[in-house]
């Protein structure tokens, strides 16, 4: 069965570093893509970092500079580490097959919360 464990969100003040780790179940994941995505109050989720089955990463202008996408496929886990944190990168984090959405996958995790204060 499908299951996304998100886990190494806090609360950091601006400038500082996390990372975010997703333990991974119920797929082949060495074979997958992988995405980070957040959702901050009051709007949609939106997916800020990917990284392919080959392990080619990309990300959005948002994080790009500031953030690490990774994976372990050993471990089943995928790995999202932040610096430089910013009070905008201020939102819940989840894990998730690229291309998920809210409406069409069903197994999204409980997420990591993730707040920088300024």
């Known amino acids: 069965q499908v299951q996304l464990v998100e886990s190494g969100g806090g609360s950091v003040q601006a400038g500082g570093s996390l990372e975010l780790s997703c333990l991974v179940s119920?797929?082949?994941?060495?074979?997958?893509?992988m995405a980070w995505f957040r959702q901050a109050p009051g709007k949609e989720r939106e997916a800020v970092a990917l990284?392919?089955?080959?392990?080619?990463?990309t990300y959005t202008d948002s994080v790009k500079g500031r953030s690490t996408i990774s994976r372990v496929n050993s471990k089943s886990t995928v790995y999202l580490q932040m610096s430089s944190l910013k009070p905008e990168d201020t939102a819940v984090y989840y894990c998730a097959p690229c291309g998920a959405t809210v409406r069409t996958y069903a197994y999204w995790g409980q997420g990591t919360q993730v707040t920088v204060s300024s």
């Open positions: 119920g797929y082949t994941f060495g074979t997958i893509c």
């Open positions: 990284i392919e089955a080959d392990g080619d990463p």
